[in-house]
Every structure is written in structure tokens, then in C-alpha cells.
């Protein structure tokens, strides 16, 4: 099993930034894709952002694209989520997931994390 743990989650004002990371424990024999996804209050989880192992590919939900940047420091097994400009539709729990194959991870990711809370006031 991969464990993943997020943490840079908390509150903040619109307007305001936050970035959350993603911790790979552990070490694997595979060069995992890996996503943040999130899930609103009474909404379903749904994909945020995407990158390949070689971060050749980035992929971003429209709802966040121009504000959110995705990144990763394999060597420090990091997943980031730079957030610019939040906005109160952006409060949710945010997840990390991993999978093998970019498309996989952006629709049904093989592991996730705990979740990080992000509440975001107007």
C-alpha cells in the first residue's frame, strides 16, 4: 500500500493563497501520476489537478485553471497544490491521490490520502 498524508490545509480569506503538500511515506518500485481532487460540502469529490511523474503532463479542472498550479519534487516523493486567489467555492477537503497512468489518477485514482480541510471566508 502507498500512504499518502496532506497538510498545509487551514483558513483563509478570499483573495488569499494557500499551498498543500503531499507526502509520499515509503519508497515503491513505481513511477506513480499523481492528482489532487477535492469535495465540496453536499457535492461529489471531484478531480482538481493532475501530473505525470515527469510532469510533462498537467492537467486542471476549468473551475480552477489560471489560479491553482500543480507540482512535484520527486526526490523529496512531494505532490504540491499552489492555490492563488481563493475563492469561498473552493472551501472543501482536499485529497491526494495516486495512480498509474495519468488518466487513471484523474478519474479512478488507486490511492488516496486522509484529507486536509480547506474553508475559505468571504
Known amino acids: 500500500q502507498v500512504l499518502l498524508e496532506e497538510s498545509g490545509g487551514g483558513l483563509a480569506q478570499a483573495g488569499d493563497s494557500l499551498k498543500l503538500t503531499c507526502v509520499r511515506s515509503?519508497?515503491?518500485?513505481?513511477?506513480?501520476?499523481m492528482a489532487w481532487w477535492r469535495q465540496c460540502p453536499g457535492k461529489e469529490r471531484e478531480f482538481v489537478a493532475g501530473?505525470?511523474?515527469?510532469?510533462?503532463?498537467?492537467r486542471y479542472a476549468d473551475s480552477v485553471k489560471g489560479r491553482f498550479t500543480i507540482s512535484r519534487d520527486n526526490a523529496r516523493a512531494s505532490t504540491y497544490l499552489q492555490m492563488n486567489n481563493l475563492k469561498p467555492e473552493d472551501t472543501a477537503v482536499y485529497y491526494c491521490?495516486?495512480?498509474?497512468?495519468?488518466?487513471?489518477?484523474?478519474?479512478?485514482?488507486?490511492?488516496w490520502g486522509q484529507g486536509t480541510q480547506v474553508t475559505i471566508s468571504s
Open positions: 501530473i505525470t511523474w515527469s510532469s510533462s503532463t498537467i
Open positions: 491521490a495516486a495512480s498509474l497512468g495519468i488518466h487513471e489518477v484523474m478519474t479512478t485514482p488507486s490511492y
Open positions: 515509503g519508497r515503491t518500485f513505481s513511477t506513480y501520476d
